[in-house]
């Protein structure tokens, strides 16, 4: 991957808070992806796997075998020119969704991070706890320096999955859904995404309206 090209991306991430980086993966890799998460046991507690859904949480951590192929040479240079070198993996989600289970998701920002232990800090708070993971809402300086990566294992369109993002919503801090200013506002439709492609996203509290992915999401040392 091209530096100048990453940092044409790193502008429009910090400019309008996302950008669309194509065929991260190629189809090869993909299918090693996907290989990896069909052989899998799925009866774990972190695992929800029905005839119309399957979500994995902690995706990396009940996955490892996964981990290197995630973390492929485009994702660490993407990793180290566009957000920094010491950054790391703070949350991992893997969804698959049918067309059965395809369930409505409002505009909403990503306002939490999981950590290990819960411990009384100024400015953290309210926490929550899923499958014995606990997750807290940290300070705004925190929020404005976590970068979500959604990568694409299926190709995305208007009617299956794209993911809909509100440009410029990451510069506004905590964004309440009911306080959108749609005539300010202009929705967008991130459509049409090739599996292997890749969505970055800064920080985290930028609105957005999702279906599909696995994510990992990024956070300095």
Excluded at 53 to 67: G, H, M, N, S, T
Excluded at 75 to 96: A, G, L, N, P, W
Excluded at 182 to 187: K, L, P
């Amino acid at each position: 991957m091209k530096g100048k090209n990453l940092q044409a991306h790193k502008k429009r991430i910090l400019e309008n808070g996302y950008t669309v980086i194509n065929a991260i993966f190629s189809e090869e890799e993909i299918g090693r992806i996907a290989d990896v998460i069909q052989n899998i046991d799925t009866s774990r507690e972190n695992f929800r796997k029905s005839e119309d859904l399957f979500a994995i949480r902690q995706f990396l951590k009940e996955i490892p075998d996964v981990r290197d192929l995630i973390f492929n040479d485009n994702i660490q240079t993407i990793i180290k020119d566009i957000f920094d070198e010491r950054y790391f993996t703070v949350k991992s989600i893997y969804f698959d969704k049918s067309e059965r289970s395809n369930w409505y998701v409002a505009y909403h920002q990503d306002l939490t991070i999981s950590v290990d232990k819960k411990t009384d800090l100024p400015g953290f708070g309210p926490w929550t706890t899923k499958q014995d993971q606990f997750a807290v809402q940290p300070p705004l300086d925190i929020l404005e320096n976590i970068y979500t990566i959604r990568i694409h294992l299926d190709d995305t369109d208007e009617d299956n999955g794209a993911l809909k993002v509100i440009p410029k919503s990451h510069s506004k801090g905590i964004y309440r859904p009911e306080t959108i200013e749609w005539r300010v506002d202009r929705r967008d439709l991130q459509s049409r995404k090739r599996r292997g492609d890749d969505h970055e996203t800064t920080p985290s509290s930028r609105l957005k309206q999702d279906n599909q992915w696995q994510e990992t999401k990024s956070y300095p040392h």
